[in-house]
């Protein structure tokens, strides 16, 4: 039976016992298990060393170096009797946002051991002009010892508040504001008010002049160092790789410090793709899927093989086609984002079976077939006309020219007359020859054709021709070549591809000739004209799928953009403002990972421009947040990339009438618990992991977090500079 044990020190009320409420009582042994048993709550882990600060000598481990403090329980240094951090915050007036964010502050439990243990008072850094000599940090301290060693069911955080508009006064008054902006100011006011570095020497920049990314990441990173430690760098602080490629191909390179990093949420877009079947006899189908703006084609092959119940063998193909034409191949690791705007977007099946046994898919040679059908004039003569969409055949390079002749052969007979008693023994070779003729003999229903793209070459100014063909050598006209080689039987599709004078798609034409006597209908021609169309039943299954994970978003921050006329870079190389492309990546991870997902986009649209927040349910991981494939550094800099869930910032409705909770683990009670202003209760599933989330905490999995303490000696020529300067 799914429950919920009941807590016995809640009353009633609290616990949202009504009418309809069931209450179940199990009554067993002494030493005997309960058969009635709650759901196993997803627990993120802590540093692997927490158990060593068991025991009565915890207190020698309160100290700062090496962060040995961390090791210590934090219900150690509570007590049961007291709230344990399950205390609410009033709302003060539109204040729900700073009630959010320091709820989720208050539950990263080595912050909190900083303070409750008083460690902070040893740092005050009362000579930072961009600290508030202490007060900051006083102050945020005086409200977690009021969370956590309390016995009042909500308290008041307007000192702090107080403290928060002396650093950004857009948080005056009673406004709503952003918690993640909120979230910001505070570890900026804790880190200048906590910074162990009392005089910040001058460091000049270095470029990044070719230098390995490892290099300029260490040496920046010292750099910055040189100027801040505290307890918030070495808990939220982290670096971005930054790359700016100028269109005069300048590279730079840095690495930026950040405490919170800000994602986008990929938006849901409709993708439509034409589905060209195996089966010559089969018509193409209309799909339509939902997809992330930032998924690849290779996704959709999976929906297809699924929804149509594809065989296993089967993979797919695509294309962008334009009048008949392919214009564009596409891999299947390509954005669909980048499909759009290139044609219709077609997806043809083929089986791996129809290779040979040695051929790898890598190695398969995708050939296009354009299809053209002749037509008589009002006034004579005969124009080629081509069908909807050409088919794209797989070969392997060491297939014969006959062996790809063959294949054409078999996959358009279905098109052919039955045949007749005449021709029904006839050889392989004889029954092409009767309808594939290669000499263009006006009986002869089909042609096939080498597409020729010769190029212009012009001279003495005015005149120009067509440079000599690669198979034929004649430059004097335009006419496609015929596919005919005389030892096709042993001269290999690889080699004729080599042939090719300048770097092209090897195409073949195949021509369909309706005036010949041979052939009576018109089923080829209205077969490539049927579609059949499947998008609402296509469309419908997607919606049930539709589902953005944190991965995504994390995918959409390191997809390389240009950038737009209002943020142009200055490069130094060109002395220009240019719209260069801009790549952002995670290079450093910090041992406290702030995830800010960006629900409010702005829209420029209108006059006055507007914002618009995005709903769209984001799945994220409570456990064994992989960050793995998104760190472009070595494991001895990124610090790991495994982390766990403990807090979360969430946001309800829209922006001038929306509300912040929170949702935290506690590692005193080891439970999740719902924050709402003065309100706490514990929390159900739905609201660790809800449409509403807007900023997410996670915990490195691991060792403690590397201290900065002591600081590192200067370089002599540092020290040379410095005292140059003063």
Known sequence: IEGKLIDNEKSIEELAIGDSTYLIVEIVKKNIEYVLSEKKVEKPRFSEEDEEGKGADWKKKAVLENNQFMKIPLKLITSLSTRCGRTGLENLGNTCYMNSGLQCLSNCQELTKYFLLGLYAKEINKKNPLGQKGYFAQTYSDLIDNLWKGTSRAVNAMDLKKRIVV?????SGYSQQDSQELLQYVLD???EDLNRVITKPYIAEKNSDGRPDDVI?????SNYLQRNRSIIVDLFCGQLKSKLVCPCSNISVTFDPFLVISIPIPQMLEFEVIFVPLDIQKTAAKLVYLSISTAILGDFSARIIEHLKLPPTSRIFY???????IIERFSASTACSATER?????????SVDSLPPSVKEADTYFLELNIQYLTKGMFGGYSRNLVNYPLVIPFAAQQTIWQVKLEIFRRFKVFLPKQDAKTKDFPLRALYQLYFNEERKEKSPYTIEIVNNRKKVTYMLIRSKYAPCEFCKDGSHDANCLFNFPNEEIMTLGEVIKKLSYPRDFILNLLRRETSDMIDAKDMKEHFELCRDLRSESIKKTQKERNISLYDCLESFSVEEELDAKNMWFCPKCKKDVQAK???????????LVIHLKRFKHKSSSIWGSHKKIEDFVNYPRIGLDLTRFVKSSPEVSGGCLFDLFAISNHYGGLSGGH???TCFNAVTEKWYYFNDSSVHEAADEDVVSSASYVLFYRRVGSVPTSTLPLPPRAPEEKNKQQSLQ
């Open 167 to 171: 650093k950004a006064e857009q948080f």
């Open 189 to 191: 006011g804790l880190h």
């Open 217 to 221: 990441c260490n040496e920046q990173w």
């Open 319 to 325: 294309a962008a086609i334009q009048k008949g034409k």
């Open 342 to 350: 290139k044609g219709y977007l077609f997806a043809y099946e083929y």
């Open 582 to 592: 801009k790549k952002m990546d995670l290079f450093r991870l910090p041992s406290i």
């Open 660 to 662: 912040y909770t929170a």
